[in-house]
């Protein structure tokens, strides 16, 4: 079971480069996420899809921009990528959205932007 | 003050060891989940709870709603549970994360 799939696992990128995330589920989910880790503080939530066909601004989406492909894939993408970027990335995803569904993480994506 | 706070920050502990890691929010909840992620790998579900207490083998979760409080045991610990553990509270259609509590466990 292949669950939510993430690429690529590690990046580097120089400041003002571009580049995007993948994230694609086979588990027929409606919801995605993205998040970002960073130490000290808890994941916080970029953007989601609802559905397919929706997206919505998180806590912090300033810098990124997403598109739901179709109901399997969302990515993530940095247009001009900053040092303030740099962070751990997370795709997740869910049943439906709202409360009381469980949520499948994906392994992460490691991101340097020097 | 964070929304949702763990403690402890970090924990050590030596193999066979009963371990409690604490979590309290101060929003309302619908459903709390307790995550597992260790170094340098993705993030898993352990439990998703709204009352009550819920095990699965040697892990056990325990929720309070009127006191707004959690605990996630872990009953015969084994260095293979050494992980970050994260509280996560379900608040009006999103996530609010815990910064996690760090347990390393020693043979």
């Known amino acids: 079971n292949a669950g939510v799939t993430q690429t690529p696992k590690f990046q580097v990128l120089k400041t003002g480069q571009s580049m995007t995330l993948q994230c694609a589920q086979d588990m027929n989910h409606n919801s995605m996420y993205w998040y970002r880790q960073d130490p000290g503080m808890g994941l916080r939530l970029i953007y989601y899809s609802a559905s397919e066909g929706t997206t919505d601004k998180g806590e912090v989406p300033n810098g990124y921009n997403v598109s739901r492909l179709n109901k399997r894939e969302f990515s993530l993408r940095l247009e001009s990528a900053a040092p303030s970027q740099t962070s751990v990335y997370f795709c997740?995803?869910?049943?439906?959205?709202?409360?009381?569904?469980?949520?499948?993480f994906g392994s992460g994506t490691r991101l340097t932007v020097v | 003050k964070n929304e949702v706070e763990q403690s402890p920050q970090n924990l050590t502990a030596q193999e066979g060891e009963f371990i409690t890691i604490n979590c309290s929010y101060s929003v309302g909840i619908s459903a709390l989940h307790w995550l597992q992620q260790h170094p340098g790998g993705g993030i898993v579900s352990l439990f998703m709870?709204?009352?009550g207490k819920k095990k699965h083998g040697r892990l056990i979760a325990t929720i309070n709603i009127q006191e707004k409080h959690s605990s996630l045991h872990i009953t015969a610990s084994h260095p293979r549970d050494s992980a970050v553990y994260i509280c996560?509270?379900?608040?009006?259609?999103?996530?609010?994360f815990g910064t996690g509590t760090r347990l390393q466990v020693f043979p």
């Open positions: 997740a995803s869910s049943p439906q959205s709202g409360n009381n569904y469980g949520y499948t």
């Open positions: 709870l709204s009352s």
């Open positions: 996560a509270v379900d608040n009006t259609d999103k996530l609010i």
